[in-house]
């Protein structure tokens, strides 16, 4: 704020373009010579990262033991020395501002929502690989934001001879089938920001180089022994050869786990509707027995029926019969009246029915 206690001087655009981009200069970029994961996320790709260092942690420090950081000893030296100490210090400071190799580390991949995390692991693929099956055997949800893990075994630049000569170096899975079964392969090719490669020339290739390196093998696109895995991000070509990749669903580990809960589902529901077939043919052996005791009971209706009842059109002719029997009856009446009146009439009524009497 200014002296005279206005607002200060609005800072242009140019000043927070700065400052972002010194906030991204300490994170590294995906390079050539690198290896380690490629993370596809929904779009939160801080709390993908911290999901992936959570399980990659858990299963390093299992299968490889904990990690242990390196660090520099102080020596102690003479206090009185003021120069050896100053320069002491700013080694230890330009050490701690260096970054350090870790096990596993973010680093920009170039692609939205997706993070590729640098490893210093020997083989990426098996240790993907075991994540994922011990996921499909858990049939636990382990993530929420990690939705696939695709191991990199290695980088390249990416154009045709650089990917033909990183394909040559890759090490192939080890396969537990019979050896005598005629072995199958696919390729499952993806580019992200860009558009210099073809997707047929790098897959054509791909599996001639296949073939050539490791002998005759079947295509197969549905679900294939080996996959050969090149995603390619700008101008950084990632590639693996990994096993079992469409069985445990390219692996993402949502697909797994939610495969997984499905199933239990499905059986859940299974049992129900066997429970619910036992109750009804419980209930319709009840029905049958009561139908028997029903007919039973029809049986006697119709005998009483024979005996006491009466049919529809008998009742509609008795009533019929009985208005017939009412007209009758006034009419009896009423020539009672004309003949005869009966005694104790009053006079008007007696004199009016005389009077009816002559006229007829």
Known sequence: MSEG??????????????????????????????KGFLITCNKDEKSCVREAYNIFNEYADRIYGPEHMSESSSDEDDPDDIDAALKKETKKLKAQDAKKD?????????????????????SPSEFAQRIVSDVAESKKKVVR???????????????????????SVLPKPVLHHAESRTKTYAVDFKARCNNSLKKTEVVDMLAREFIVRFGYHVVDLKYPDYTIIC???KNVCCMSIVKDFYDLHRYNL???SWENTSTEN??????????RGESNNSNQEIGQGEGVTGQGEGAMGQREGATGSVPHDQEYKDIDQVEE????KKKSNENLFKEDPPPNLPIWISDMLEADRESS
Do not use: W
């Open 325 to 328: 029997d009412k007209e009758q």
């Open 5 to 34: 206690g206005g607002k200060g001087k609005k800072r242009s655009k140019q000043f927070y373009r700065k400052s972002a981009a010194k906030k991204k200069k300490g994170l590294e970029s995906l390079e050539v010579g690198m």
């Open 102 to 122: 870790r096990r596993f580390q973010s680093v920009r991949s170039g692609a939205n929502n997706v993070v590729f995390i640098k490893s210093q692991i020997h």
């Open 231 to 233: 995603q390619v991000i």
């Open 254 to 256: 949502h697909l797994i």
């Open 266 to 275: 499905e059986t859940a529901v299974g049992d129900d509707s066997a429970k």
């Open 145 to 167: 934001h990690v939705q696939r893990i695709i191991p990199v075994d290695g980088t390249c630049k990416a154009n045709i001879e650089q990917i033909k000569n990183l394909c």
